[in-house]
């Protein structure tokens, strides 16, 4: 049961590429069966249909079929079993999906609650972050207040037209009116924006009723919602795209210190009339937006340079830029600073950056201070150095008969040049033991066996034939 139940989960869940199609799928179906409510809405609230001439009733039980199935596997994953019914999904499904089998064995078509499925609706920007399509934190809130929103009205609008055109119980189904599903809409957004025309209004009692308690919870929300949402919108980034690259064309990433005169300089030399022909784009990333000087130069070079406002520090930002396809990326440095360490090391940075989200990419970096830069090829001359060394055995001076074996790596590291890392110890009664950097308690005996790392077993020699009096002065063996 317990393996069942792990299967279910996993198969809900969007941690695996299954999960992840069956939960977009599972909202794809849900905004079909959505799209057939709507259709069907033009039709009176209840009516005689034959399931097999009618063709939208037939694709509303095929997706009502898969969301049985699903609403079965959710149920096997749940945890607590009674909270599961709770749940709104829960509620969607069971109001939505019976009535369509009772729709088919009584010939019948009733629409019912299955405007519930707009609550679906509230779920569009988790599946949007499954498909990776919203990233940023400003992008997430929006859509996700956007799906709140659109999805509240829809069901609002949903719940009016079902009371509006089937009348009250208590009046027999009398007092009804013919409203369409796109008036009830209408009349929502007008109660919530507090316009209220008068030019549409519910005649029903449990319409007046519904309307009463939803102007409150309405206005709420409409007050909080549409200026929160008209917020994100404008403080969005001008330059807070992202750069379509051009089959064909090569484009190059140039970052660091942007300013007007580095810019300048840069364009005045690689766009030189003299070179050939440089079908090249340049995608200049910065984190601070460019002033009107800067942002006049890039407009005259419009056909060749496009500007993201951004840092290389983020890996969201240099997914923006296509930094993975581009050719170069070319890190400009402040050559008027007053730190130069500072200013090399902040370039130092950006390189690491660039390199950790792309290993391959090509980055010229321009330094300051010439200690900052780095020997051509020097990790190599240490690596292979390093792999050329290989493990000896020698016996040890008797003039480090005595020492403790911190000791005697010291001195063997700092006279002889030779790093030792065991001794072969032998205990009063004879049995021999490898010691792998003891410490300061065991003394070097007689005729003691050393391990040592060293390219040849020449080097290593330097331990036997080492004397305190002769070589204590010995600094390059």
């Known amino acids: 049961m317990t393996s069942v139940k792990d299967w279910a989960g996993v198969m809900i869940s969007a941690q695996t590429l299954t999960g992840r199609v069956l939960v977009v799928l599972v909202f794809a179906l849900s905004i079909g069966a959505l799209v057939i409510y709507f259709i069907d809405s033009s039709n009176p609230i209840e009516s005689c249909q034959n399931f097999y001439k009618d063709f939208t009733l037939q694709i509303d039980m095929a997706f009502n079929v898969f969301f049985l199935l699903y609403f079965g596997l959710r149920f096997i994953a749940a945890n607590d079993k009674l909270w599961f019914w709770l749940e709104v999904n829960?509620?969607?499904?069971?109001?939505?999906?019976?009535?369509?089998?009772?729709?088919?064995?009584?010939?019948?078509?009733?629409?019912?609650?299955?405007?519930?499925?707009?609550?679906?609706?509230?779920?569009?920007?988790?599946?949007?972050?499954?498909?990776?399509?919203?990233?940023?934190?400003?992008?997430?809130?929006?859509?996700?207040?956007?799906?709140?929103?659109?999805?509240?009205?829809?069901?609002?609008?949903?719940?009016?037209?079902?009371?509006?055109?089937?009348?009250?119980?208590?009046?027999?189904?009398?007092?009804?009116?013919?409203?369409?599903?796109?008036?009830?809409?209408?009349?929502?957004m007008v109660t919530m924006s507090t316009v209220g025309?008068?030019?549409?209004?519910?005649?029903?009692?449990?319409?007046?009723?519904?309307?009463?308690?939803?102007?409150?919870?309405?206005?709420?929300?409409?007050?909080?919602?549409?200026?929160?949402?008209?917020?994100?919108?404008?403080?969005?980034?001008?330059?807070?795209?992202?750069?379509?690259?051009?089959?064909?064309?090569?484009?190059?990433?140039?970052?660091?210190?942007?300013?007007?005169?580095?810019?300048?300089?840069?364009?005045?030399?690689?766009?030189?009339?003299?070179?050939?022909?440089?079908?090249?784009?340049?995608?200049?990333?910065?984190?601070?937006?460019?002033?009107?000087?800067?942002?006049?130069?890039?407009?005259?070079?419009?056909?060749?340079?496009?500007?993201?406002?951004?840092?290389?520090?983020?890996?969201?930002?240099?997914?923006?830029?296509?930094?993975?396809?581009?050719?170069?990326?070319?890190?400009?440095?402040?050559?008027?600073?007053?730190?130069?360490?500072?200013?090399?090391?902040?370039?130092?940075?950006?390189?690491?950056?660039?390199?950790?989200?792309?290993?391959?990419?090509?980055?010229?970096?321009?330094?300051?201070?010439?200690?900052?830069?780095?020997?051509?090829?020097t990790w190599q001359k240490y690596y292979l150095e390093g792999v050329s060394n290989e493990m000896y055995t020698e016996y040890l001076s008797s003039a480090f008969v005595g020492l403790s074996f911190p000791t005697v790596c010291e001195l063997c590291f700092v006279k002889l040049k030779l790093l030792m890392i065991a001794i072969e110890y032998k205990s009063a009664n004879r049995e021999s033991r490898i010691l792998i950097n003891p410490g300061n308690h065991l003394k070097i005996q007689e005729g003691t066996l050393g391990f040592f790392i060293a390219s040849d077993a020449k080097e290593v020699k330097r331990a036997f034939f080492y004397c305190k009096a002769c070589h204590d002065d010995v600094t390059d063996p």
């Open 197 to 377: 025309y008068g030019d549409v209004y519910a005649k029903t009692t449990l319409g007046r009723l519904f309307m009463v308690f939803f102007i409150l919870g309405g206005l709420a929300m409409f007050a909080s919602y549409v200026p929160e949402i008209i917020e994100l919108i404008g403080n969005r980034k001008k330059y807070g795209g992202s750069y379509s690259a051009v089959s064909g064309r090569k484009h190059i990433v140039v970052c660091g210190h942007i300013t007007l005169e580095s810019v300048s300089n840069f364009l005045k030399d690689f766009l030189h009339k003299d070179r050939d022909d440089v079908n090249v784009e340049i995608v200049f990333l910065h984190n601070i937006s460019p002033n009107l000087e800067l942002e006049a130069l890039f407009k005259r070079h419009f056909t060749q340079v496009e500007f993201y406002q951004g840092s290389v520090l983020n890996p969201h930002d240099l997914a923006r830029v296509k930094i993975e396809s581009a050719d170069a990326c070319l890190i400009l440095a402040n050559k008027y600073c007053a730190d130069p360490d500072a200013e090399d090391a902040s370039n130092i940075m950006r390189v690491i950056s660039i390199k950790n989200y792309h290993p391959k990419i090509r980055i010229i970096t321009q330094m300051l201070q010439y200690h900052n830069k780095i020997e051509e090829d």
């Open 90 to 188: 829960s509620v969607v499904d069971f109001f939505t999906v019976p009535p369509v089998f009772v729709s088919v064995y009584l010939n019948r078509s009733w629409l019912g609650l299955r405007f519930l499925r707009a609550l679906r609706l509230i779920q569009f920007s988790e599946i949007l972050q499954f498909l990776n399509i919203l990233k940023t934190s400003n992008s997430i809130k929006l859509v996700n207040l956007l799906s709140i929103f659109i999805s509240t009205w829809l069901t609002a609008a949903g719940f009016i037209h079902l009371v509006e055109n089937s009348g009250d119980p208590w009046e027999n189904f009398q007092n009804n009116q013919a409203l369409t599903y796109w008036e009830c809409v209408y009349l929502l």
